[in-house]
């Protein structure tokens, strides 16, 4: 059982605190599963805000532990292991972080900063189903003045870890072609989260519907936001990676506990004991390779992604969000193969509902699911042959 952290920093990721807290996440998780309900994990995310793991990626005079993308990778990879829908629910919050560590000094960057720094978590209403074209026309969500503030109208969807944090982000259209974001708490007048999120994977993710009625947002709460200032935002998709590689170390782990309490093996087996047999320990050792692969390639984007940061030139940005379009397209592909394999090192009994071995393959392909290799693969090749360099439209 993790104690409540009470130190002035965040928790120490290097630390045996660290991994008692991923131990505690992974017990809940087991728990919750056993009980085949639909059991929000409240608890892990409480243990998230009490040890202060969402204020990492801060430097340490603002209240962080000043963790490198790399590092903080590792950490996301690792609670992906242990569940990969509280990892995946921390999207929101780790990509609102690097937006205001990037953004412009302000007494608002200051603000949000601080609420992070102390343990706070954001979600996010940046999505909603719309068949408007691209722009701020695409927000049905409008902002609109009242007075010397605003009030917020709108139903967002795929709202990501919202029904867990503390605070939203807002993306709505303000008056004739502006778009804003606004910072607000969840529990403020108007706000109503939903968890009707019924995907077939990542289902306790809560990326269902929020609501926003007649909702008061102060001046100083709403930015408007430069499109022409974007840039490449290769951290939202290397994240959902990183839930991958964990979900295939999750998928490695289930294997062996399969190979090694299995009673029999199969008639036709090369082995009289299953985790004796070449074949299903080739499976094994396949699902391991990829393992490790995985968890390489996301440390070798990381490490661009760092690079980046401290060169700030569009090259490197540009290399960063590259070589994140190769994890994606080739991890996933790895990855939904190996939780495919994982049945074949079990049998039929592995595909007994009480074992919950497909949500692996669920949640892989959900993720994968975000945005198509398809089109990524194109733009890739664009750049191969005709050098055009990636597009800047928040898919890379």
Not at 67 to 72: F, I, P, Q, R
Not at 99 to 115: F, G, V, W
Not at 159 to 176: C, H, I, K, R
Not at 216 to 241: C, D, G, N, T
Request: cysteine-free.
């Amino acid at each position: 059982m993790v104690k409540t952290i009470k130190e002035t920093v965040p928790i120490d990721i290097h630390s045996g605190a660290f991994e008692e807290l991923v131990k505690a996440i992974e017990e809940d998780a087991e728990k919750r599963r056993r009980k085949d309900e639909r059991l929000l994990p409240y608890k892990a995310f409480q243990l998230i805000k009490e040890a202060r793991l969402g204020a990492i990626r801060l430097p340490k005079n603002l209240g962080g532990a000043g963790v490198t993308n790399v590092e903080l990778f590792e950490v996301i990879r690792k609670l992906a292991k242990a569940d990969p829908d509280v990892a995946h629910a921390l999207r929101a919050h780790f990509v609102f972080v690097e937006d205001n560590l990037a953004a412009p000094s302000s007494a608002e960057r200051t603000r949000r900063l601080q609420i992070v720094a102390k343990g706070d978590l954001v979600g996010n209403a940046t999505t909603e189903v719309s068949s408007n074209p691209q722009g701020a026309k695409q927000y049905e969500t409008v902002l609109s003045k009242v007075g010397d503030d605003y009030v917020l109208n709108g139903k967002k969807f795929f709202t990501t870890g919202t029904l867990y944090a503390d605070w939203v982000s807002v993306v709505s259209a303000g008056e004739g072609d502006t778009v804003f974001v606004s910072f607000i708490p969840t529990n403020r007048e108007g706000v109503a989260i939903y968890d009707d999120w019924d995907g077939f994977g990542q289902q306790l993710t809560a990326s269902g519907t929020t609501t926003f009625t007649n909702t008061p947002v102060k001046s100083y709460e709403a930015v408007e936001l430069k499109r022409e200032k974007q840039s490449y935002v290769a951290i939202r998709q290397l994240f959902l990676q990183a839930v991958v590689a964990g979900i295939v170390e999750a998928i490695v782990e289930d294997g062996v506990k399969l190979l090694k309490g299995r009673k029999r093996t199969f008639t036709h087996g090369s082995s009289a004991t299953a985790n004796e047999d070449p074949l299903l320990l080739l499976t094994i050792g396949e699902i391991q390779a990829t393992a490790f692969t995985l968890k390489t390639l996301i440390r070798e984007a990381a490490q661009a992604l760092d690079e980046a940061l401290l060169q700030g030139t569009q090259q490197s940005k540009h290399e960063a969000a590259l070589k994140t379009v190769y994890v994606k397209v080739i991890g996933e592909q790895l990855a939904l193969q190996v939780a495919t394999k994982l049945f074949d090192v079990g049998g039929a009994s592995a595909t007994r509902r009480d074992q919950h071995l497909d949500r692996h393959w669920r949640n892989i392909r959900t993720i994968a699911s975000h945005n198509p290799s398809s089109y990524k693969l194109k733009d890739v090749g664009n750049y191969v042959v005709n050098g055009h360099e990636l597009p800047i439209n928040g898919y890379y």
